[in-house]
């Protein structure tokens, strides 16, 4: 159960790393759930049976010092990706490095947005899902059908820290862009997340399909082999340094390190559970 899943992180929190609470209710989905962007709540309580198959999404943090952490990995349920699963994580995995190495002291946070939109359009496309020129794509917003949240916020005291729209920072009123919690030009020092997503979610995929402006983009004999697959989400803790960033976030990112990290976990299991049949 993905509920399972969560007192495991819980536990590890407390006995490996000395923190009390998690930073936010943590958010277990698996299968078509993890096209749940805040799933874990009370209406969506983390209740479904992992299946082999599916991907997992788990959007957990550990709060230490009174400090926040939110780090999101996502990785098929039997350790292996499907050419699909590996398809889409992999545009979201490239559209996080672009977006990392594009950040810097001076960068507008929508800007960074903005790239990520156009990562995964263009990995779209190569996948089959879209079809066009991205530049056009872009025009009719059609990245945030795919990712309808903004790509990050800050990060500190709170899981979504304050002091992301100050006096004279105002709010893009534009698909995706107006889910963004903070549209500030980075500083050195400032603490955010970096949570590009990739997600198949019915009604949105439905509205895109009946607006001749973007249903033009979309190859729906391709699309509908992605219906009920859930989504992707990577997400990162970075602070901006000096002339870029430092990412703050330790965890197996590439399809290889997940596979051969899984892989050897399920290793260990097997081996304890073949001792504990021989006692």
Known sequence: ???????????YCYTRGGM??????CICGSGNNSSVLHYGHAGAPNDKTVEDGDLCLFDMGGEYYCYASDITCTFPANG????????IYEAVLKSSRAVMKA?????????????????????LTKIGILKGNVDDMVKVHLGAIFMPHG?????????????????????????????????????????LTVEPGIYFIDHLLDQALNDPSQSCFINNEVLQRFRRFGGVRIEDDIAVAANGMELLTCVPRTVEEIEAFMAEAQGSTKSFDSLASQK
């Open 1 to 11: 159960m993905e509920s399972s899943d969560k007192s495991l992180f819980q536990h």
């Open 103 to 123: 950040i810097k002291p001076g960068v507008g946070w929508p800007d960074m947005h903005r790239l990520a939109d156009r990562v995964h359009l263009e990995e």
């Open 80 to 87: 292996k990706f499907t050419p699909d699963q590996r398809a």
């Open 151 to 191: 790509l990050g916020h800050l990060l500190g005291i709170d899981v979504h820290d304050v002091g992301g729209y100050p006096e004279g920072v105002d709010r893009i009123d534009l698909p995706g862009l107006k889910s963004l919690r903070t549209a500030r030009i980075l500083k050195e020092g400032m603490v």
């Open 20 to 25: 009390r609470h998690t930073s936010y209710t």
